[in-house]
């Protein structure tokens, strides 16, 4: 089993529609969760850490189920700039190095 | 946020040659730096952990002697592709992050391309 898991997609939705994405992982001990944001041949960037008690940054909301080793991200209003690869990251072990998901692609059309 | 600093952004390289890539912190100083490849439509693979003033650590499967990592420096880490393969074409990511801080900066990754 990988330890990140998400569906590939691609989801295609309209300018304002709300999208939701999800993923599980495998290690019950990593400690850290995040959201990163990766365009077409460029380097991820960080959009929103994950927290237990889900946080929510703007039209963008992140969720945490420690129980059921699964995270979510909600894109409410989506824009047409929001379009990219969205990718699941937990930190392993040593709580040090990062697992990629294999990335979720967003297209949001006019 | 901080800044990290990968050179070069794109190469192009002959089979059997070595390519090095830099990667530099240029506003803080890391003492661990990560080497991720990245194949098309695949997710970031953990190559190694760079540590400065010590041996790297590869993740299993990674060859040690083929990628070479040097961390001589809080703010340079290098690696090297020796006796490149066309298999070896891929994305090259480095990433550090600041002391006692969990967000993790990037570089803007290597396309390497053997021939």
């Known amino acids: 089993r990988k330890e990140v898991e998400q569906d590939p997609g691609p989801f295609n939705v309209p300018e304002g529609a709300t999208v939701a994405f999800n993923c599980t992982y495998s290690n019950s001990a990593s400690q850290s969760f995040f959201w990163y944001r990766q365009d077409c041949r460029k380097e991820p960037k960080l959009l929103m850490s994950?927290?237990?008690s889900g946080n929510e940054d703007g039209r963008f909301t992140a969720q945490l189920n420690r129980a059921s080793q699964y995270i979510s991200l909600l894109i409410r209003d989506s824009k047409l700039s929001d379009s990219a690869t969205y990718l699941c990251v937990v930190t392993g072990d040593s709580g040090y190095a990062l697992n990629f998901g294999k990335g979720t692609s967003l297209l949001v059309t006019p | 946020g901080a800044v990290v600093s990968q050179h070069p952004s794109r190469v192009i390289c002959k089979s059997g040659t070595s390519v090095k890539i830099e990667c530099r912190s240029l506003d803080f100083q890391a003492t661990t730096m990560f080497w991720y490849r990245q194949f098309p439509k695949k997710s970031l693979m953990l190559m190694a952990t760079s540590n400065e003033g010590s041996k790297a650590t590869y993740e299993q499967g990674v060859e040690k002697d083929k990628f070479l990592i040097n961390h001589a420096s809080l703010t340079l880490s290098t690696l090297t592709v020796t006796s490149a393969h066309p298999e070896d074409s891929s994305f090259y990511i480095c990433?550090?992050?600041?002391?006692?801080?969990?967000?993790?900066?990037f570089g803007q990754g290597t396309r390497l391309t053997v021939v």
């Open positions: 994950v927290y237990s």
């Open positions: 990433s550090a992050r600041v002391e006692g801080d969990t967000e993790a900066f």
